[in-house]
């Protein structure tokens, strides 16, 4: 078990809001693989890291029968990328973050918020996930879950704001 790992850098030591502060140290580490690398390096690192962290979660529930301990904040990285993959989606430069007209950083920042949203609230299928899968899929899962509605609704809005401002 790799508690540097799982923690995301110890991240998830907080004690306020492990899972906030979790995802907080993961939007930007995302946004920077969207600005020098690209959207299929971002995701396919999101499902290896995936992939490692039910393992490492898996070890980690053997060890101290503590399911989804609040420490754990990898899942949150996992559907914050699941989320940046969806939405904003693009690869940048490091000057056009700050454009406002390119979506970059609205749909970052939407996603982010909402993906907090639904990772705290649970809802549907989210919450089913969390209360039912058990071990490290059950602590991922409803995270990924959560990232995809959640980059799916910030790109919905984006879009949806974009015909707004047609029609103005």
Do not use: C
């Amino acid at each position: 078990m790799n508690w540097f790992f799982i923690t995301l850098g110890y991240s998830g030591l907080s004690p306020k809001a492990p899972g906030t502060v979790g995802t907080l140290v993961s939007l930007p580490l995302g946004m920077l693989i969207l600005i020098y690398f690209d959207v299929q390096t971002l995701f396919l690192a999101t499902v290896l890291i995936s992939i490692i962290a039910i393992r490492e979660i898996n070890k980690y529930e053997a060890k101290s029968a503590i399911h989804d301990d609040k420490k754990i904040v990898i899942d949150e990285l996992a559907g914050m990328w699941f989320a940046l993959s969806v939405a904003p989606a693009m690869s940048i430069s490091i000057g056009e973050v700050t454009d406002l007209q390119n979506g970059f950083l609205v749909q970052s920042l939407l996603s982010f918020v909402l993906f907090r949203y639904f990772d705290i609230t649970k809802p549907s299928i989210i919450g089913r996930l969390d209360r039912e899968a058990k071990g490290g899929v059950g602590v991922v899962a409803d995270d990924i879950v959560a990232g995809f509605v959640a980059g799916i609704l910030s790109a919905v809005i984006w879009q949806g704001w974009l015909q707004i401002q047609n029609i103005i």
